[in-house]
């Protein structure tokens, strides 16, 4: 992988990296990389750009032809609505599933990713990046109350009344952020104020746990791990 500048909103885990690098194929396969995005107010362009906002960077960032073309899909995104849980205060949730780790790296040194990459540093005030992979999850949990993620804890969780859990994650590791690192991810279903304080309240024992109320703008999650192996056509 050709050596590129340290990106400007995180710093990514070269450990982590490095054993991906030498990971043999056979042993290589899909995972689902979550991204917590908080933007600068004003994007932050070396040649201006006045009047952009990081948000409206990120969304020209939004490499779509080049996740397809290694493969890999967009199945989630959410607005951040509340974080009653965690620092900071995230704008915006995201999840790629990559079909391979050598996907990513394909991803990395596509010319066309490069170019658009350009408004993700001008936009992006900070950004963590994990890889997870899935253990469980749930259809036909009812649609109703607010979508949950609850990053971080991955302790046994208690039946809290009012919240039907969707689908858990490990986290395999930070791809991109900080010197945090997180065990779990789970998405669930809470149906009113009440649950939700008593999720956070059982969920806050882990340090480190972070709950996003999200309000999805793009939701496959639950079909990219029915369909896991059947390739990123599947989502379209």
């Known amino acids: 992988m050709t050596e590129r500048p340290q990106p400007t909103y995180g710093t990514p885990n070269w450990e982590m990296l490095g054993r991906w690098m030498h990971l043999d194929p056979r042993d290589d396969g899909p995972f689902w990389a979550l991204n917590l995005m908080k933007y600068h107010e004003v994007a932050r362009y070396a040649d201006g750009h006045d009047g952009v906002s990081g948000r409206e960077a990120d969304d020209a960032y939004a490499p779509l032809g080049p996740l397809a073309a290694v493969g890999a899909a967009v199945v989630f995104v959410g607005e951040v609505r509340d974080q009653p849980l965690g620092h900071p205060a995230w704008d915006r949730v995201a999840i790629v599933r990559y079909p391979t780790r050598a996907a990513f790296f394909a991803m990395q040194e596509r010319d066309d990713f490069k170019t658009q990459h350009v408004h993700k540093e001008a936009g992006m005030e900070f950004t963590i990046v994990m890889s997870c992979l899935p253990l469980t999850h749930t259809d036909g949990v009812t649609p109703e109350g607010s979508l949950v993620i609850v990053v971080g804890h991955d302790a046994a969780l208690d039946p809290v009344p009012g919240v039907s859990e969707i ?49 999805p703008t793009i939701d496959r999650l639950l079909a990219s791990l029915a369909d896991a192996d059947q390739g990123p056509e599947v989502l379209a």
């Open 167 to 215: 689908a858990h994650f490990s986290v395999e590791g930070v791809i991109v952020g900080d010197d945090r690192s997180f065990a779990g991810l789970r998405f669930v279903r809470v149906v009113d104020p009440g649950a939700l304080s008593a999720l956070v309240e059982a969920v806050s024992v882990t340090e480190g746990t972070e709950v996003l109320v999200v309000g």
